[in-house]
């Protein structure tokens, strides 16, 4: 049950049209796009709104719900999920990325752009396969050692450079921690 807690916050702050489906022989809960969904048959399915806790999900929900949790842009909600795939990202990192950290992304010509807390972060588009790029916001640091951002990105360098490894750093990544600063 602990797994599923984060689910509660997510399906209680969702809007009417993002409705979801629920199996009611097996109590199975479906994002109302999901494949699986569409062969429940009328008479065994409820539409859910906000289910009650405690309901087992779907696998293949809980990584487009994950996704859909953290992007700014639902229409292009495949752009996503072929991007994510293809670079090998795990739902568990997904669920990390925009869940836990409360991460939002958003498709731009040159890439997917995220912004995390403060940070605003981009993942370039047409690295070598498996390969990503990412760069991170300027900021200039104060005497304070507080920081203010500015214009411009500059690029990161992460050990390896794979999409997957530049979500983890984009979740690990803390501004006082990264500076030594402590208050």
Known sequence: MEENLW???FL???ETEDGFI???RSGILHDRDCFYADRIR??????MIRP?????FCRYC???AAIRNGITDYGNYKIYEKYFDQNQV????????FVEKGAEATIFADGIHIVCGEDKWKLKWNCKKGRSILKHNNYVRSAAGSRYITK????????RNTVPEAICYIIAYDYEAYHGETN
């Open 12 to 14: 209680n702050s969702q």
């Open 62 to 64: 809980q990584r487009k």
């Open 52 to 56: 009650s806790a405690g309901l087992r």
């Open 7 to 9: 689910w509660e916050d």
């Open 22 to 24: 629920i199996t009611e």
């Open 42 to 47: 009328h008479g065994n399915r409820t539409d």
């Open 90 to 97: 795990s739902t568990d990192l997904l669920i990390r990325l």
């Open 152 to 159: 411009g990105y500059h690029e990161q360098r992460i050990r």
